[in-house]
């Protein structure tokens, strides 16, 4: 029987018992990898796992507005266990639906049931609601969210961050020489992280500190502030006389139809993409109008290489028959991460999962911090006016040891 409906069958009988999935034994496809040697200043999470199936929670939003990502998220751990070998391991899944108390009720029923390990939540006030449970029986949580202010170090954050898109995309900026550097950003939480993040990457780095930063209405037609800052910086001025360029690259911190009108203004006040590089974060790969937009062409991110996102969709689309919406990939890494640090019934420990090797994900090596935030490699695209192509790879690994930040 081929692999794909093995997964199916096997996956449909173990939901059926219990609300459990336990692992398949079949051969991997990626090596499993070696046992690292605990650090001495990481104590064990006691008490020793007892003898049996180890139990690890997987809260999901599986009803509500995210049920679909949710269904997504599941099938993609599901997935993880047919391709890692754990034997042991079982995952139970609870619906955290769309409330920070169900997601409290979800967890202190699978807590109580003696998991050593939670998945998820999904949503940062899921995940809020969850930690202090977990906290008092010293089991970790492996966030699915991106918000680096529910960080700790027993809640891991896996999300792709806005902040480490910045500080990579910057990093590459000034080895490219441009010194002259300025940012657009949406006047909420998103651009508050990344503006955050730009100041504090080019503090660093010893930059000049006064950065040209402007946040635009979130809601709302942003051309007045990006106009004034325009006409503040380069580019044409209000009356219409030109002047030289002041940026070597400008990032513009948001995506879909609102950067595409941006950029629309930023060619009107002429600001020419091969004389002034854009940059932007991983939302602009979010919108195939972006990625042809002509005014955009040219412009670089740091974001996972496309080919392994694409290679993970279609993977999953052979198993489950339609594609996964994105973040799917994070519910496979954590729950392949999970049986790598059970495998043989060793005890799980922190050491473990804060290897500062770190592991490789389905989009790349990821390495937990012991702050609670989550490193991904990250690689440099270019939009080439009909979709990103990279320029410059993802790091295969990552320095060690870990650099404190």
Not at 285 to 314: C, I
Request: glycine share 8%.
């Amino acid at each position: 029987m081929p692999a794909a409906c093995r997964l199916r069958s096997l996956f449909v009988a173990l939901l059926l018992l219990a609300g459990c999935v336990p692992a398949k034994q079949t051969t991997p496809t990626a090596p499993p990898q070696r046992t690292p040697a605990p650090a001495p200043s990481v104590q064990p999470l006691p008490p020793p796992a007892p003898a049996g199936p180890r139990q690890v929670a997987l809260l999901l939003p599986l009803t509500g507005p995210a049920g679909t990502l949710g269904r997504d998220l599941l099938d993609a751990a599901s997935m993880a266990l047919f391709d890692e070998p754990s034997g042991e391991l079982v995952l139970v899944p609870r619906d955290t639906g769309s409330s920070a108390e169900t997601a409290r009720a979800a967890a202190r029923e699978v807590l109580a049931q003696g998991a050593e390990l939670v998945l998820g939540p999904l949503f940062a006030a899921a995940t809020s609601a969850v930690a202090p449970l977990a906290r008092e029986r010293r089991v970790p949580v492996l966030s699915f969210s991106n918000d680096s202010s529910i960080a700790a170090p027993d809640v891991f954050v896996l999300g792709w961050r806005p902040e480490e898109q910045v500080v990579a995309i910057l990093r590459h900026a000034l080895d490219q020489g441009w010194r002259r550097l300025g940012l657009l950003a949406p006047d909420d939480g998103y651009g508050a992280l990344v503006a955050a993040a730009w100041r504090s990457e080019l503090a660093a780095r010893g930059e000049p500190a006064a950065q040209a930063v402007a946040l635009y209405p979130a809601s709302g037609d942003p051309a007045p502030v990006v106009r004034a800052f325009l006409e503040r910086y380069g580019g044409r001025t209000a009356s219409g006389a030109d002047r030289p360029p002041a940026f070597d690259a400008l990032m513009i911190a948001d995506g879909g139809l609102r950067l595409r009108q941006i950029a629309a203004l930023l060619a009107f006040y002429d600001i020419d993409p091969s004389v002034t590089r854009l940059l932007g974060t991983r939302l602009w790969a979010d919108d195939p109008a972006v990625l042809r937009d002509s005014a955009l062409r040219g412009g670089r991110l740091a974001a996972p290489d496309p080919a392994a996102e694409a290679a993970f969709r279609r993977r999953f689309a052979a198993v489950f028959g339609r594609e996964p919406q994105r973040l799917a990939e994070l519910a496979y890494d954590a729950t392949r991460l999970a049986a790598i640090a059970t495998a043989g019934g060793r005890p799980l420990e922190l050491a473990t999962l804060l290897d500062p090797r770190g592991f490789q994900g389905t989009l790349g090596p990821f390495r937990l911090r012991a702050d609670g935030l989550v490193e991904h490699a990250l690689a440099i695209l270019e939009l080439d006016g009909e979709g990103l192509r990279v320029i410059e790879p993802a790091p295969t690994r990552f320095p060690s040891p870990l650099a404190a930040r």
